[in-house]
């Protein structure tokens, strides 16, 4: 639980630092598109590109990092159309 808030963390500011830009909901946004990005881009990595990884490893941060960024992009798709 602490290590998937922490992997969480890691790759939500990770995804959010390669992707500057004003967002609405600040850290807790951050957190929770990176707990998401880790479970998206851990479900793409195991089934897509066959790559076992746990616990807080070099490649498990990628991964979830690019998930996080995967999630933002959706996110602030999803928010530019809302307010259209």
Known sequence: M???????????ALGKF?????????IIVTILLGIGG??????????????????LSLINI?????GAILLLILYRMFLSRRNR
């Open 38 to 55: 880790a479970s998206v881009g851990g479900f793409i990595a195991r089934n897509l590109l066959s790559i076992e990884s746990s616990g």
């Open 18 to 26: 390669l992707m500057p830009g004003k967002d609405p909901g600040g």
């Open 2 to 12: 602490i290590e998937s808030l922490v992997l969480g963390l890691i790759a939500g």
């Open 62 to 66: 990628l991964v979830s990092a690019g």
